[in-house]
């Protein structure tokens, strides 16, 4: 027993050493505010967890030794102890309030992070497009009406709503220094809050496996000032050629592909799932005044024993 009890403190101290000469985690290397949000929320669950932890081997170290086995005639009995319910209450209701704790905080931190962020209220948020395709991520910024692929470039202290979806299996679009992860599917659109606080290149990735590819699905945040970005617009518009549906149709088929930019959108001719609910919309409401005109008809004149 004193040799585990001994061991333990060594393996730590190795563990400690040898992460010690690693890079800091991406994802409490935040640049963001809802990074930054998500970023304390998992610290905070860590030390819970980590202080549960602390407690069970505390406990587990104090029952082995006052409880271990000693030497007794081979006729003895240990004395009868009721239960207490005392400590039955204390390890049912404290289990109960960490799960609570817990669950509100996630909760709370789930909710800020679905909306814009606190401090951006007055600002208009820059909306991108975000797709993927096998296995590639096109961003299409229809304000701007220029395209990437495999790299987005973003302005500083201004808030971004990503709308995301597939041109074919689920993806998880996530860039960890921002934001946390959110899937991108085909026939609907999420959406995805961040802002950058701090000029610099970040890296994302497609966090869901969905084949062969999935280890090529890495694109660069570039995040910039306002005029630095106002720039790189100007450029794109000035030098690179527009997107064709022709172009556009090649590339979903082409599997890896490199950075391409663009001076106009897919979105015209292969509009993202909700830009085309006006077609649904008008579909539907034929159908209702087809099925008035149905019901208006004369049914008088209709022999309905035939």
């Known amino acids: 027993m004193k040799k585990k009890v001994l061991i333990m403190p060594a393996v730590l101290a190795f563990m400690t050493m040898i992460l010690s000469g690693c890079q800091p985690l991406m994802i409490f290397d935040t640049k963001g505010p809802n990074a930054k949000t998500l970023s304390n929320t998992i610290i905070f669950s860590i030390l819970v967890m980590a202080f549960i932890l602390l407690v069970v081997y505390v406990l587990f170290v104090f029952m082995l030794s006052k409880y271990r086995a000693s ?93 995301l979806y597939s041109f074919g299996p689920i993806t998880s679009f996530w860039i960890p220094q921002l934001a946390g992860q959110k899937y991108a599917m085909s026939d609907m659109v999420n959406k995805l809050h961040l802002a950058a606080d701090v000029e610099g290149s970040y890296m994302g990735r497609n966090s869901n496996f969905n084949g062969e590819g999935f280890a090529e699905m890495e694109f660069e945040t570039q995040a910039m000032s306002q005029d630095k970005f106002d720039k790189w617009v100007k450029d794109v518009k000035a030098n690179e050629p527009k997107l064709t549906e022709a172009k556009f149709n090649k590339l979903l088929k082409t599997p890896f592909v490199g950075r391409e930019s663009f001076s106009s959108t897919h979105l015209s001719f292969s509009p993202a799932p909700e830009m085309d609910m006006s077609k649904h919309g008008e579909s539907h409401k034929n159908d209702s005044h087809n099925m008035d005109d149905m019901k208006g008809m004369d049914m008088k004149g209709m022999d309905m024993s035939k």
């Open 71 to 163: 030497k007794q005639p081979a006729g003895y009995e240990p004395p009868h102890e009721e239960g207490s319910t005392k400590l039955e209450i204390i390890w049912t209701v404290i289990p109960i309030v960490i799960v609570t704790v817990l669950s509100v905080v996630t909760v709370f931190t789930t909710s800020k992070v679905e909306h814009q962020q606190t401090g951006y209220d007055n600002k208009k948020p820059l909306v991108i497009y975000a797709s993927s395709s096998d296995w590639k991520w096109h961003f299409s910024y229809p304000e701007q009406n220029i395209e990437t692929v495999n790299y987005v470039n973003i302005p500083t202290d201004r808030p971004i709503e990503f709308r």
